[in-house]
């Protein structure tokens, strides 16, 4: 289907200003989205007529998947080019809230397109290319200290993400989840040891980020009781080879972590991103939208390097009401 200017135009200016945080109220009386690029620290008030016309699901690997609410027809869309990926319609819409990742590239053989139910124990997956959409349930038991059984969600309140065709989530203290495609979903796990985390600092918040084909564990600490300060911040990657999660300082010079999520925690975003001469983003450095402290939105800008942070408000004092959810990451796709 053919573009008009106006549309080439709009896209264009869209490109040029990813990533950016999308300001969305869920209502249908303004056309328009409030959208902050971090690359360029403006707000930009155009119309993204696919978050307009569609329910969208935005993925850590830039793609959005987009339901026509009447037809049920499905499809991936890349923000920075309208480029389309057709997928089947589904039986019936999803749930009201749900996650969305693919299992790897949109163009690697066999990617699969994961939706969790974050309400219930659902999944829904379609590999590209398929015909239509499968559903299955799934149960996940972990035990607590006094060895009660506890039901376990793939991706409620912490994190996920997806690493060479596989699905990884944090399951226990010392499993990390994994769901395999073949083409059907199948969950396993391996051992691997939860990083320490101090007694001091109870409140924080887990994010899986997949970055250049690696794992990594950020963890964001609040101060006590007060999700709007971060008190500290810690790294690892992932070395398969043990298994073991290893601290580290650095995320690659060239790379930024863009880290967020859906209401008030129920669930967690992260991504990684290119951080280049033309964007002008800092690499080495964590972009964090505080999605737990929903009435600020303030965005957080920790160097790893430098060891500094930097608070953002870029819809404070905008008159723009509170979202229905935190502002969320609309970004690329990688090369």
Not at 28 to 40: A, E, G, H, L
Not at 277 to 302: D, K, M, Q, W
Request: hydrophobic residues 40%; aromatic residues 10%; glycine residues 6%.
């Amino acid at each position: 289907m053919q573009s008009s200017p106006n549309d080439t135009d709009s896209t264009l200016e869209l490109a040029s200003a990813l990533p950016v945080l999308v300001h969305d109220l869920g209502t249908r009386q303004d056309d328009s989205q409030t959208q902050y690029s971090i690359s360029k620290q403006a707000l930009f008030t155009r119309s993204i007529d696919e978050l307009r016309d569609y329910r969208c699901f935005e993925t850590p690997q830039g793609w959005v998947l987009a339901l026509d609410r009447e037809s049920l027809q499905t499809f991936l869309w890349r923000p920075q080019d309208s480029e389309r990926i057709q997928l089947p319609p589904v039986e019936e819409e999803f749930p009201n809230r749900c996650k969305c990742l693919l299992s790897d590239s949109a163009t690697a053989s066999n990617c699969t397109v994961l939706v969790l139910d974050l309400d219930d124990t659902q999944m829904w997956v379609c590999q590209i290319g398929a015909s239509e959409w499968d559903s299955c349930s799934y149960t996940l038991t972990m035990f607590d200290a006094h060895d009660n059984p506890r039901k376990r969600h793939i991706a409620r309140r912490h994190g996920i993400a997806a690493v060479g065709g596989k699905v990884y989530f944090e399951l226990t203290g010392y499993e990390l989840g994994v769901i395999e495609f073949d083409p059907s979903p199948s969950t396993t796990s391996i051992d691997v040891d939860m990083v320490s985390l101090p007694l001091s600092m109870p409140l924080f918040s887990t994010y899986l980020v997949e970055s250049c084909g690696e794992l990594f564990l950020v963890v964001i600490f609040f101060a006590v009781e007060n999700v709007h300060k971060i008190a500290e911040f810690a790294v690892y990657k992932m070395d398969f080879s043990k298994p073991a999660w290893h601290k580290v300082d650095r995320i690659g010079h060239d790379r930024v972590f863009l880290l967020g999520g859906d209401r008030i925690g129920v669930s967690n975003f992260g991504a990684s991103f290119p951080a280049t001469p033309e964007n002008g983003l800092c690499g080495n450095s964590i972009y964090f939208l505080n999605h737990l402290a929903i009435t600020e939105n303030f965005l957080h800008v920790i160097n790893l390097e430098k060891g500094t942070e930097e608070v953002q408000r870029p819809f404070m004092h905008r008159g723009l009401p509170v979202p229905l959810r935190p502002p969320f990451w609309l970004l690329s796709t990688d090369p």
